[in-house]
């Protein structure tokens, strides 16, 4: 598929007063729109109208709602399978275990901080069916590929001899997921970091991984979580 470049906006019909791009504000108010009325009552227009630009400005920015609804979802996945080739570059000498905590941890964080909880929508029927979503899905894929991979590392051999491996990762990856549930639950809540950890250890329960191996595991990835996050981390008590 491709990525269809962006085009400088024309002037604002109302004067900007924040210090985003106009395309990170259309991104913002379109998440917002979406979100809470649904992506099919939200027009062009109005999102044009919230940002404070004229509609054809938007789209020099975006082809329609379809584009702009793709990078949306993409943030919420993108983040974390950016994060992959590096979590994975620390092994040796870290073991799979602290790896696969480690991307619960940062997958949840891309999660719990994507704007207004915009992973709920990849549930929409357009997004589960039309083409112009293949590049969301395939990296939704390559994310429930990567949990696969990780967890065929570490789970047991009961785990192994009962599921099979694809089904493995989407098990894991539906289980990060819940983090969606929450915040459309309670839009105001914050994830706090003992969530994170509680999640990050249920997904290494369910590949069948020891309980010392899990404490082991968890005060390391939290520790180096804080090289993977632009922003720093409460250490565990």
Known sequence: MTTRRSRPGRPRHVPDSGTASPRDQILD?????????????????????????????????????????????????????????KILGQV???????????????????????????????????????????EFRDEREELADHYADIASQVASETVLATVPKKQLGDLLIQLVEGVINMRTEDPDRHIPCSEAWAIAASCLRVCGVSQDRIDAASPVAIDMLQDFLEDKVPQPA
């Open 92 to 134: 040796p000498p870290l073991d799979y275990e602290t790896a696969l905590y480690l991307l619960v941890l940062v997958d949840v964080r891309t999660l719990a901080d994507v704007p207004h909880n915009v992973g709920m929508l990849y549930q929409l029927p357009d997004v589960t069916n039309g083409e112009v979503y293949n």
């Open 29 to 85: 108010a379109s998440a917002r729109l979406f979100v809470s009325q649904g992506f099919a009552a939200t027009s062009t227009r109005e999102i044009a109208d919230q940002v404070g630009i004229r509609q054809a400005s938007l789209y020099y920015h975006f082809a329609g709602k379809d584009e702009i609804l793709v990078e949306l979802l993409r943030k919420s996945v993108r983040p974390t399978t950016d994060k992959v080739e």
